[in-house]
């Protein structure tokens, strides 16, 4: 795609679009739900592991022999670098994506199995309309051997990094979708 037809180009309201230096362009539906979770994801993140943690949103991981991913939460290992203009999956420690209207399949189905494949630690799966999260461990070429499911509002969830730190997440305050609003 040109610059210009970018340019001239009226994407739908309501989602993000992310341009790849491959020519690739995604198309992302937004949500308040989606964005007030990755909120919550990155304060945890921030009270777990300190305001300095490598952390990423949205920056797209290299994935070899692999569409690139750019996870809505990916915690980094301290010690990573660049590989070029991208860090690589081997630096990731976890990946969390949230849940929105239209990703359930890829989220549950098609991340779980590609982040198994490539031996990301931890996935985790943070669903608003299903108020759960679903912690995905022990990967293997298929998907994750391990798979926790615990409930919005059953207080902490300690995530172990194989780096030896501790991502916590407060389950007790992620956000849950308000009831629709008639439209006017």
Do not use: Q, W
Request: a negative charge; charged letters at 25%; glycine letters at 6%.
């Amino acid at each position: 795609m040109s610059v210009d037809a970018i340019v001239h180009t009226e994407f739908p309201k309501g989602y993000t679009v992310l341009f790849g230096s491959d020519g690739k362009v995604i198309m992302t539906p937004r949500s308040f739900e989606h964005s007030s979770t990755i909120k919550s994801l990155h304060h945890d993140t921030i009270v777990s592991l300190g305001r300095h943690a490598k952390t990423a949103s949205d920056v797209y991981i290299y994935f070899p022999a692999d569409e690139n991913s750019a996870p809505d939460l990916a915690i980094l290992r301290e010690d990573a670098r660049k590989e070029g203009k991208r860090y690589s999956f081997e630096d990731v420690l976890l990946i969390s994506e949230v849940v929105s209207t239209f990703s359930a399949r890829k989220d549950y189905d098609d991340c779980t199995a590609k982040y198994g494949r490539y031996g990301i630690p931890v996935y985790l799966v943070v669903d608003p309309y299903a108020r759960e999260v679903v912690l995905h461990t022990e990967p293997t070429a298929s998907g994750c051997s391990t798979a926790h499911t615990r409930a919005y509002g059953t207080g902490k969830l300690p995530v172990p990094l194989a780096d030896g730190r501790t991502f916590t997440l407060d389950l007790d305050e992620l956000p849950v979708p308000e009831p629709e609003a008639d439209a006017r």
